[in-house]
């Protein structure tokens, strides 16, 4: 049977999106290399690897990062700028309190009509 696998330039630009995606929330949060690695079980050589792209995550270790940063794995994985936002967003909704959330969601509505193209009438 023929394994499957991404073409070399897919596979790339996923790795590349992951180690962006993780170097930049780890920054966001505040933490180094070796915290997060504490955090997630990891060495910090080895997420230095993974932001460096030389070292692919198995998805156990993505699955640990992603716990270690309060973030669902489909943050790294999302291929488009459309796909990560809206985990982003997802996960963002789910920590609040119902009221927040709810003015949240609100927030968005009005922003989503702004957006929107007005009709002539």
């Known amino acids: 049977m023929r394994q499957a696998t991404l073409p070399p330039m897919e596979a790339k ?4 999106t992951i180690a962006s995606r993780l170097r930049s929330l780890r920054d966001e949060k505040g933490l180094t290399q070796a915290q997060l ?20 995550p198995s998805l156990p270790q993505l699955a640990a990062i992603a716990a270690a940063l309060d973030v669902p794995v489909t943050f ?39 957006q929107r193209p007005r009709r002539r009438k």
Not at 82 to 96: N, P
């Open 13 to 16: 630009s996923l790795l590349q």
């Open 37 to 56: 690695g504490e955090l997630a079980g990891l060495s910090g050589p080895m997420l230095s690897h993974i932001e460096r792209c030389l070292n692919w």
């Open 76 to 114: 790294f994985l999302a291929t488009d700028d459309d796909g990560h936002h809206r985990a982003r967003i997802a996960h963002l909704l789910d920590t609040l309190s119902p009221k927040d959330a709810e003015l949240g969601a609100a927030i968005l509505a009005t922003i989503a009509r702004q």
